[in-house]
């Protein structure tokens, strides 16, 4: 899902397997967990230091087309509004993964 920085750079959040797999490998969080356990979810827009560590490893691909380096993209991260739609668009794409009989009620428990 795409949301815009505090620069104005719009950015798309994609998950897919390869790009769940890596975000699995370089943070440890299993986000296809998210499944069976919206804490999964929760725990990481919970912990800004993991937030930003997930979103980096989503994204990595572009940050390293555009030269853009981690602080760079963090320092863009600047105010209430940019987090809250990096974080719907983030909770969005992981949901997005899932059949939509799956997803639906994950998005519904989600915006509670």
């Known amino acids: 899902m795409k949301w815009k920085d505090g620069n104005g750079r719009q950015w798309d959040f994609v998950c897919d397997y ?3 797999q890596r975000v699995k490998r370089e943070t440890g969080v299993n986000l296809t967990e998210s499944l069976t356990d919206i804490e999964v979810i929760k725990g990481v827009i919970d912990d800004p230091e ?23 993209f963090g320092r863009s991260i600047n105010d209430e509004g ?10 969005e794409s992981i949901l997005s993964f899932f059949p939509p009989a799956r997803r639906d009620p994950l998005l519904k428990a989600f915006r509670k």
């Open 82 to 91: 940019v987090v809250e739609n990096m974080t719907e668009a983030l909770v």
């Open 18 to 20: 390869f790009t769940l």
């Open 50 to 72: 993991k937030f930003f560590d997930v979103a980096i490893s989503l994204i990595q691909d572009d940050l390293k087309s555009l030269d853009i380096t981690a602080e760079d």
